[in-house]
């Protein structure tokens, strides 16, 4: 594989930043991940969209334009000869030795990695092992205000603390500091009941997630009525479908939730996860 770094498709094994860049050094960083079906990056709009947004809480000035780095995207995809693919695309303050106040005359460091990942969803086999057992943990989702949730910064300190407690599950539900569940460590949550869709609102801790998005636009479609709300990880538990987004796992269903088995009712025909990870399906 050769990997796009500081505009140069360099082979992986010498795809490397320099130990004073300040994404190594302090997690001063921006980043997205994508994922291309048929060599195009699914949702780039919105992945664009929210990467300026983390760059504006940093006030991380890269200079690039949107275009630019799709073209730059696009280079490592054809240059290793992939259309359905994991992309990384990470922008970090750049190498500065020494002191923590940025240097804004500083080029960034700007990396793509990809990986080959075929399609999942019902076309394919999707990513993940199998259904999600999710697991409520002590960490929270604490939003911080120099630093909003909404930010997809290199620092994910909260989210591995979360995976690491852990005790049986394998996705971890972050709560905010009321403990109302926010989301998982990398993926936003949705319940159903009675056949309508919840979701934490994400005006709370929680990072607005483009699958997110995507599935709520297919619920409006499909007529399926959703509220995005605050919610106690017991309404998941009680719940008749759980289930995670992220843009790697798409809709992975959720299994359990501390413990307690999610079950579907069968005398109910319509199952909105079906449905959704239909139309999402559709939309790749
Ligand atoms: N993470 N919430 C968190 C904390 C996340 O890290 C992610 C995605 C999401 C879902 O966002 P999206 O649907 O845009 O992928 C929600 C990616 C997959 C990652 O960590 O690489």
């Known amino acids: 594989l050769r990997y796009h770094v500081d505009g140069e498709l360099v082979p992986a094994s010498r795809a490397t930043v320099r130990v004073d860049d300040r994404g190594f050094r302090y997690g001063d960083a921006a980043f997205e991940t994508l994922r291309a079906y048929g060599g195009t990056i699914f949702e780039w709009d919105a992945h664009a969209a929210r990467l300026e947004a983390t760059c504006d809480a940093l006030e991380l000035t890269h200079g690039l334009s949107r275009a630019d780095l799709l073209s730059r995207i696009d280079e490592t995809l054809s240059a290793n000869d992939l259309s359905d693919a994991y992309v990384r695309l990470s922008i970090t303050r750049g190498v500065q030795p020494g002191k923590l106040t940025p240097d804004p005359d500083v080029d960034p460091t700007v990396v793509v990695y990809v990986g080959s990942l075929p399609r999942g969803g019902l076309e ?145 025909d319509d199952d909105p996860l079906e449905t959704l990870s239909r139309m999402y399906d559709e939309r790749v």
Request: charged share 30%.
């Open 124 to 268: 394919g086999n999707p990513v993940w092992d199998g259904p999600a057992a999710l697991e409520t943990v002590d960490t929270r989702r604490i939003p911080n205000d120099a630093v909003p949730a909404s930010a997809k910064t290199h620092n994910y300190l909260n989210g591995i603390l979360a995976r690491q407690e852990l005790e049986s599950g394998d996705e971890a539900l972050l709560c905010d500091g009321e403990g109302y569940a926010a989301e998982g460590a990398t993926s936003n949550v949705f319940f159903v009941e009675d056949g309508a869709l919840y979701t934490p609102a994400t005006d709370g801790p929680v990072l607005p997630g483009i699958t997110r998005r995507v599935v709520l636009e297919c619920a409006a479609d499909a007529g399926i009525p959703v509220e995005e709300g605050r919610y106690r990880p017991e309404r998941l538990r009680d719940a008749d479908r759980v289930f995670l987004t992220n843009t790697t796992w798409e809709l992975r269903p959720v299994a359990s939730v501390d413990g307690v088995a999610i079950e579907r009712d069968d005398r109910v």
